[in-house]
């Protein structure tokens, strides 16, 4: 025989469920603990967990109610469910499906209601007090294994509903969630907080619970605050300057920058930063990685053919170290532990000279590949430590190597940004990259630099390891200007390109009029 869950008293229409399959294997069935409960004759000593049965209350009617104190309603109520779980919902067709999904929401809210409306008594009784000696969110708290948190808010969200009789009944009825009448009573509290009289928040409190079948919780606290800045324009005001001050100063103390080293040569980050801050922090990312999608689209035709476009998190990233580099360019860094932030790679002097050495950075120990030695070495703040056979520092690297000042502007009046091919990044988006490599005794002067944007710089730093002709090259040319010689694999017999800018130059560096 089927059982329904109008057959528990739960006034839903008729869903009939088959008997079917086997209980989820709980160690002890709901209604096992309901009837142990009904059937004790004795609690024992009284505690925060079990109280002694109520005396006889005057002027409350007993009919329904066994000695134990749990109604026969919610005995039924429980063996209604359980039979629902036992039967399990596969049994199901679609639309029956869809219809016990929804009924067990609105039985959920039925619960919930319920189960304030105790708590709510309880609390005004005090018969947590009376015959466990304990507040009533100590005693939820450990009958219900809850934290103390959970259970203060228990306690708050009963006496809310309670004040609001039709919050109340749309959860009760089982029309609005507990998340929706929540949102409600939260609005409502800011009226009440506002002084307004309690015939318009209760006219207030009609209005929103008109929209439950419409709105979400969210929707609803929007809606609430939006009654408030009608019916009380200075309380709302004032409460959101409040909430706002709040908001900022819980940010501000919660904000927080971690890093771990992966292992992999990969260092992990975790940011969290106030939401004004961080989105400075976002619009600059996001600048740098427009900017950088649209000079990889316009620089399509000089790219190497390989060449693979970035993932949007690989362009953050960076963009990210764009924003560092520029920073430290402009020496902008602060200074800690005597000096301006750098990095310090210690590598071996016949590595060095071999150009086949790896590095090591001093401060993590992490190992430094010598295409990226290299390119560091050209233009960044790297600062080389050379050591002799028995690993001694022989010689602390020149800040000379860097090319700042005066040179660096000639470098930027000369080449008037990426000297590569095709490529519009302006000046104080590249490098200055020495032809001849500073580790490989390049001279810090005009004739051996050029000026190259990150990823450009990256294509033509030469590679030891390479095999001839596979990589893009750049030489100075007689007139004193960059060109640039493609892979074999592009086909034009290795022959030199120069960026267009230079074509429409005069010797005396004037652009020729278009």
Not at 126 to 154: F, H, I, K, P, Y
Not at 461 to 482: F, K, N
Not at 486 to 494: I, L, N, Q, T, Y
Request: glycine content about 10%; aromatic content about 4%.
């Amino acid at each position: 025989m089927g059982v329904s869950i109008e057959d528990a008293g739960l006034g839903w229409d008729r869903v009939v469920l088959p008997p079917y399959g086997q209980s989820f294997g709980c160690p002890k069935k709901l209604s096992e603990v309901v009837s142990s409960v009904v059937g004790m004759d004795d609690v024992g000593d009284v505690g925060v967990g079990g109280v002694p049965p109520d005396p006889v209350v005057p002027g409350v009617p007993e009919s329904g109610v066994p000695e134990s104190g749990v109604p026969e309603s919610v005995v039924a109520a429980v063996a209604g469910v359980e039979a629902f779980l036992e039967a399990g919902p596969v049994v199901l067709p679609g639309r029956a499906l869809l219809a016990a999904g929804r009924a067990l929401q609105g039985l959920s809210s039925m619960v919930r209601a319920a189960e304030l409306a105790v708590v709510a008594e309880i609390e005004a009784r005090g018969a947590c007090l009376e015959l466990a000696g304990v507040s009533t969110a100590a005693w939820l708290r450990e009958s219900n294994r809850l934290t103390a948190r959970q259970a203060a808010g228990q306690v708050r969200s009963a006496s809310g509903l309670a004040a609001h009789p039709y919050v109340a009944a749309v959860l009760a009825s089982g029309a609005g969630s507990p998340e929706q009448c929540r949102a409600i009573v939260e609005g409502l509290a800011a009226l009440e907080a506002g002084d307004v009289d309690p015939i318009t928040v209760g006219r207030v409190e009609e209005v929103l619970v008109g929209y439950v079948d419409r709105h979400d919780p969210d929707e609803l606290r929007r809606l609430a605050q939006r009654v408030l800045e009608v019916v009380a324009p200075e309380v709302a005001e004032e409460a959101l300057r409040r909430g706002l001050e709040r908001e900022e100063e819980l940010a501000r103390r919660r904000r927080r920058m971690e890093w771990a080293r992966d292992g992999q040569g990969s260092v992990f980050f975790r940011v969290k930063l106030p939401t004004v801050e961080a989105e400075e922090l976002i619009g600059q990312v996001e600048a740098w990685v427009a900017r950088g999608r649209r000079l990889d689209e316009s620089d399509a035709d000089g790219a190497d053919p390989g060449f693979v476009p970035p993932t949007l998190d690989q362009r953050r990233a960076d963009a990210l170290m764009q924003i560092v580099h520029a920073s430290m360019s402009r020496s902008a860094s602060p200074v800690h532990g005597g000096d301006r932030p750098r990095m310090t790679v210690v590598i071996d002097w016949e590595d060095l000279a071999s150009r086949v050495g790896v590095g090591q950075s001093l401060d993590s120990g992490q190992g430094v590949s010598p295409a990226q030695v290299r390119q560091m070495a050209c233009d960044c703040d790297v600062l080389p430590v050379v050591l002799g056979g028995e690993s001694q520092p022989l010689d602390v690297g020149r800040t000379r190597r860097l090319v700042a000042g005066d040179l660096r502007q000639v470098v930027h009046l000369r080449d008037r940004g990426c000297a590569f091919p095709g490529c519009d990044r302006r000046p104080r988006d590249c490098e200055v990259h020495h032809i001849v490599p500073w580790a490989c005794g390049g001279v810090t002067a005009l004739e051996n630099l050029v000026l190259l944007c990150r990823h450009h710089h990256g294509l033509v730093e030469p590679d030891p390891r390479s095999v001839p002709g596979s990589r893009w090259e750049v030489r100075m040319a007689g007139d004193g200007l960059a060109e640039f010689l493609p892979p074999e694999r592009v086909g034009s017999g290795r022959a030199p390109r120069r960026h267009s800018r230079y074509m429409l130059q005069t010797p005396e560096g004037q652009d020729v009029a278009a």
